[in-house]
């Protein structure tokens, strides 16, 4: 029989389970809402909810980097109602530091309760760790005027760090040290919230993962075509379709390139809850002095794109296809991740605040992805059984190097959530792992 807690929250009570010195509580409501609607506060409940099983995750299609990381979504269910965040804390704690973990997946797949993003090992670290699923695609980053309003699920991942504000304490978190880490769409997320109206004080670090931040300040203009051509195709009231239609209208867009862009659903500048484009660096400028950024990138971020974005009869030819896509991950590498990466943190540093980047450049020795985009997650979220699989960690020698770099960077990333000041202005991750130098100064 599994052993299970009762936690009473100011909404209802929640039964988790109790597994080695961990709370564990998935699938727990921080909003409602109706479709293309704003997140409202959840309803309260008098029975206790049972919280044992994993949540849902929000209607999607096949993740397009199944190629890098293997279906890590199959057998999911999938429903609209999936406004829920999962806790992993340490029993019998008390102001423990608090991480929010936001996945990454372009902003059309993923979810937040996924087996693969399970912070065990950080948890038993001392964390109160919570993981937010949150609306995608056309659910939750599509405009439609006098329909659905613009960045749906950012307003979704508001009301989540306003809900843990409120019930954090219940699991023995710190709701004033709460640090917010984001891969690639979610590391996104997290700088439109820096900016976005009421976050003040939400959140307290930042640890970035890959964000695409070439594309924040040019999507707009994108998302106002991806309307536009969403109007023209659709044959009736979207409100009324039902979900199946709804991911057949989001495939036909996505197989309809707006621009050329890593991300065609995304958040949009000029509308709730972001500022105008003209406004944007100095609300980061105004955020970044209260906020300490750890930002990074892996050695080739772009290799699942160059092989996306280039024509499969020219990159399949001998010598120079793979000469092609050698040049377009250099490519997308560098101006959609390293060098915006680099600018961002300079530009915190201007503002007078606290940033240091790292690299990682530790690749499987049997897979030919190198050490692409979302290589890094599986070192700190996770365990093997949920990643085994995964094509970008084809190798031998793969899990004994995810325990050796992994527990380094996990290291890195709970002294850092403890309040740690990192010394480096760069960590290159793989260099650091043996021997373990000292990389932090002072406590804040």
């Not at 937010?132 to 405009?143: D, K, M, N, P, Q």
């Not at 769409?185 to 930042?206: N, P, Q």
């Not at 809850?273 to 406004?279: F, G, I, K, R, Y």
């Not at 000041?421 to 130098?437: M, Q």
Request: glycine fraction near 8%.
């Amino acid at each position: 029989m599994k052993a299970t807690a009762i936690i009473e929250l100011s909404s209802g009570p929640v039964e988790a389970l109790t597994v080695d010195g961990l709370v564990h509580a998935r699938g727990i409501p921080y909003a409602k809402a109706q479709r293309f609607e704003p997140p409202q506060p959840p309803d309260v409940w008098n029975e206790t909810l049972d919280c044992t099983e994993p949540a849902s995750i929000c209607p999607q299609l096949p993740s397009r980097l199944e190629s890098v990381m293997g279906p890590l979504t199959k057998g999911h269910r999938l429903d609209e109602s999936c406004l829920h965040l999962s806790i992993t804390a340490p029993k019998d704690v008390h102001d423990a530091p608090v991480m929010v973990w936001l996945h990454g997946g372009a902003y059309i797949s993923g979810g937040g309760d996924l087996d693969c993003y399970q912070p065990v090992d950080l948890a038993k670290r001392g964390i109160v760790c919570v993981n937010i699923t949150y609306r995608l695609g056309v659910f939750g980053y599509l405009r439609l005027e006098g329909i659905a309003p613009a960045n749906l699920g950012l307003l979704d991942q508001r009301a989540a760090l306003q809900w843990i504000q409120h019930h954090i304490s219940c699991f023995g978190g710190n709701s004033q040290n709460v640090t917010m880490v984001g891969q690639s769409a979610g590391a996104d997320s997290i700088i439109c919230l820096m900016v976005a109206e009421k976050t003040t004080g939400l959140f307290h670090r930042a640890i970035l993962l890959s964000p695409p931040l070439r594309e924040l300040v040019e999507r707009t203009p994108t998302g106002h075509l991806l309307s536009r051509k969403a109007e023209e195709i659709m044959t009736k009231d979207p409100r009324g379709m039902t979900v199946d239609e709804l991911l057949t209208l989001q495939k036909n867009l996505l197989l309809d390139p707006v621009q050329n862009q890593v991300m065609l659903f995304a958040p949009n500048l000029g509308f709730e809850p972001l500022p105008a484009e003209e406004d944007f660096d100095k609300k980061v400028a105004k955020a970044a002095k209260n906020i300490p950024i750890l930002i990074g990138w892996t050695a080739h971020d772009g290799r699942p794109f160059a092989s996306m974005m280039g024509p499969s009869n020219v990159l399949g030819l001998p010598v120079l296809g793979p000469f092609l896509e050698a040049l377009g991950t250099w490519y997308i590498t560098q101006s959609y991740f390293k060098w915006p990466s680099q600018c961002f943190s300079q530009q915190v540093i201007d503002a007078g605040g606290l940033s240091t980047t790292y690299s990682f450049g530790w690749s499987a020795q049997a897979s030919s992805l190198g050490a692409c985009h979302c290589i890094d997650i599986p070192f700190v979220l996770g365990k093997w059984e949920t990643w085994k699989s995964a094509p970008m960690l084809n190798g031998k020698d793969t899990q004994q190097d995810l325990y050796r770099v992994g527990s380094h960077l996990k290291d890195i990333w709970s002294r850092f959530m403890n309040g740690e000041v990192l010394e480096n202005k760069h960590i290159d991750i793989e260099k650091e792992s043996s021997p373990n130098p000292a990389i932090f100064s002072r406590s804040q």
